[in-house]
């Protein structure tokens, strides 16, 4: 069974560019959930997306956003890059709840703005 | 803030002793879960202990969980080069859409 997938694995951009990164889930999760891990700290919870509507959000500014598409895949959008915004963007993937609420992390995509 | 907290922050321990991690948190939970990065890569599950478990075991792993304290250990016993990693503590709040994560204790196990 493949595990969550990301892409790019890395990323270069500038202050003020935009980025998209991309997630795909296990096969048959139709929840996906996206964080945000700076250098040295713990996961903040960015986005939650089940069934394609955004299920809950983090405590983040509305330059980033997202979108699950109809495969369950997922993007998330970042728009008018800043510094602090470098950092490791996970990308996760379960089950609807009742599962135990396991989640499953892809390899995760490295965000650097310079 | 609804995160939790990892206690220490990092730990450095010879192979073959025993390593304890401690989590705290400060809402009611569903249930707890501990997970594992490497060093800059994804996470991965480790165990999950629901509010009702007081204690749960998988391999060298043993989970305990306290809800009067609001809090949780994960011990390694018999730690190996291969387990120096990060440890993440996640709760599933009550009444929440997602987990919240603690900030992590960084294991380093000398061979």
């Known amino acids: 069974e493949a595990g969550v997938t990301q892409s790019p694995t890395h990323l270069i951009k500038t202050r003020g560019q935009q980025v998209t990164l991309r997630c795909s889930p296990i096969?048959?999760?139709?929840?996906v959930y996206w964080y945000q891990q700076a250098l040295g700290l713990g996961l903040q919870f960015l986005l939650w997306?089940?069934?394609?509507?955004?299920?809950n959000r983090g405590n983040f500014p509305p330059r980033f956003s997202g979108r699950q598409f109809p495969n369950y895949s997922s993007e998330l959008n970042v728009n008018a890059l800043e510094l602090e915004d470098s950092a490791l963007y996970l990308c996760?993937?379960?089950?609807?709840?009742?599962?135990?609420?396991?989640?499953?992390f892809g390899p995760g995509t490295r965000l650097t703005v310079l | 803030s609804q995160q939790g907290e990892e206690d220490p922050q990092a730990l450095s321990i010879q192979e073959g002793e025993n390593a304890t991690m401690n989590c705290s948190y400060k809402?009611?939970?569903?249930?707890l879960q501990w997970y594992r990065q490497n060093s800059g890569r994804g996470l991965v599950h480790l165990i999950l202990?629901?509010?009702?478990?007081r204690e749960k075991h998988s391999g060298r792993l043993r989970v305990t969980l306290d809800t009067s304290k609001k809090s949780s250990s994960l011990l390694i016993t018999a730690s190996r080069a291969a387990d120096t990693a990060s440890y993440f503590c996640?709760?599933?709040?009550?009444?929440?859409?997602?987990?919240?994560f603690g900030t992590g204790t960084r294991l380093t196990v000398i061979p």
């Open positions: 996760a993937s379960s089950l609807k709840r009742g599962g135990g609420f396991m989640q499953y």
């Open positions: 096969s048959g999760h139709t929840s």
């Open positions: 997306y089940d069934e394609g509507e955004e299920r």
């Open positions: 809402t009611s939970i569903n249930n």
């Open positions: 202990i629901r509010s009702n478990e």
């Open positions: 996640a709760t599933d709040q009550t009444g929440a859409n997602n987990l919240f």
